[in-house]
């Protein structure tokens, strides 16, 4: 099977929009520079990356880590997570839970890694916004909405959660992401 990581991001350029957003997060949800952050789903690496340019110790979890190891090889120690690590500040995960069959899983075990009173960041396509093109990925298999994004922190275990329309400032976007938070408590 062709690797998706490789196939969907091999043409798209870097930028700067990952350390801007990077920033932007670590701001709004008060993380310290230094601090260490997980991006759950790093994809090819980018918001790793962002994040220790934002002064972050950023580490990333990615089923198809080979790629990233191959277009990032300064950061490729970076692209993998012990099983018993549970000492992140801030999880983040972008564009990972509408590929998911069973997202509460995985937002259990990002639960799971993360320190007391620390945010879990999540972000995925608005469905309401795209609608039907949410379905030109073949592999989307769950679309959300403001509440559901909410309901799947808030099962997870997460408090003090919100979620919001998010259009991102740095960029010229097809369409607008969900914003959802949550707390370990």
């Not at 259990?108 to 039907?132: H, K, Q, T, W």
Request: hydrophobic share 35%; with cysteine.
């Amino acid at each position: 099977m062709r690797d998706y990581v490789e196939l969907t991001y091999r043409d798209h350029p870097h930028t700067d929009y990952p350390m801007h957003l990077a920033e932007y997060l670590c701001n709004r949800f008060h993380v310290i520079p230094g601090s260490k952050v997980l991006d759950y789903g790093c994809g090819r690496g980018d918001f790793v990356d962002g994040f220790m340019r934002a002064g972050m110790h950023a580490y990333g979890y990615e089923p198809n880590s080979d790629y990233c190891r191959k277009i990032w090889p300064s950061i490729a120690n970076r692209f993998s997570i012990m099983l018993e690590d549970r000492d992140y500040h801030m999880i983040f995960s972008k564009s990972v839970f509408e590929h998911l069959r069973e997202p509460i899983t995985v937002a259990y075990d990002m639960f799971f890694r993360l320190n007391s009173n620390c945010p879990c960041i999540a972000m995925v396509p608005d469905y309401r916004e795209c609608g039907d093109s949410f379905w030109d990925d073949v592999t989307h298999v769950h679309p959300f909405t403001e509440k559901s994004l909410k309901q799947l922190l808030e099962w997870a275990g997460f408090d003090s959660v919100g979620c919001e329309t998010f259009d991102i400032p740095w960029t010229e976007p097809e369409y607008s992401m969900l914003l959802a938070w949550g707390y370990k408590p």
